[in-house]
């Protein structure tokens, strides 16, 4: 059985990750609603007859963490310190949002990472340091062996994120996943624990 290491909060230099908290709704809603053109082509959407009902992001926030405590995933949101006036790092804004999901141990071992980020934030680096953090954790401290992002095609944001930290892509699937209202193709992209040396984080600076 894994041992579980949640909750977690990472740093590097003005960057952070910490628990996505219950206490977050108002902040992480009001980040969500700025974004909507920014974000909607990327966002996940529920199949037609998938039926998960409708939930609070209080109640969302709580099962997420109940995950993560068993060892299921990692909800982060990420944090800047650059921004003005942001003050002590327990105020620091929530800019964005990273998850691990899809944690599996075993033979396996190995997870998918997801992200976003405000867009007033992006072009700083933040969501490839937030990505190095999270995917270093993953590797030495939970044991994970591989990491695997999908990313369509069309999203050249996150393309360059992948490209930065040197995520090796390993192929299209299509129509893989349901985002904005359809099934998408993705492209594949992976790192094994043995490819990575010091880890991402290192290999940033």
């Known amino acids: 059985m894994a041992v579980v290491h949640w909750p977690v909060e990472l740093q590097h230099g003005q960057v952070g990750l910490r628990p996505l908290r219950a206490g977050d709704g108002a902040e992480w809603s009001a980040a969500r609603q700025r974004n909507i053109s920014w974000l909607r082509p990327w966002d996940a959407t529920q ?5 998960d009902g409708a939930r609070t992001f209080r109640a969302m926030a709580r099962d997420w963490n109940r995950q993560a ?3 299921r995933m990692l909800p982060f949101v990420i944090t800047y310190g650059g ?6 790092r327990a105020k620091w804004p929530l800019v964005g949002q990273l998850t691990v999901s899809g944690i599996t141990y075993g033979s396996a071992r190995w ?3 997801g992200y976003w980020v405000d867009e007033q934030y992006a072009g700083r680096g933040i969501v490839p340091t937030a990505v190095a953090m999270a995917a270093d954790h993953c590797w030495f401290t939970l044991g994970l062996h591989r990491l695997e992002v999908a990313i369509r095609p069309e999203n050249k944001a ?4 992948v490209d930065k930290l040197g995520f090796r892509y390993e192929g299209e699937r299509p129509r ?3 985002i904005d209202g359809e099934w998408r193709d993705h492209r594949i992209f992976a ?3 043995e490819e990575v040396g010091p880890g991402l984080v290192a290999r940033l600076t």
């Not at 199949?47 to 039926?51: F, L, S």
């Not at 996150?158 to 994120?161: A, E, G, K, M």
């Open 47 to 51: 199949p037609p007859g998938a039926d």
């Open 83 to 88: 921004a003005a006036g942001a003050g002590a």
């Open 111 to 113: 997870a998918n990472l």
């Open 176 to 178: 893989f996943l349901h």
């Open 69 to 71: 405590r068993y060892g």
């Open 158 to 161: 996150s393309l360059r994120v």
């Open 191 to 193: 790192l094994n624990a």
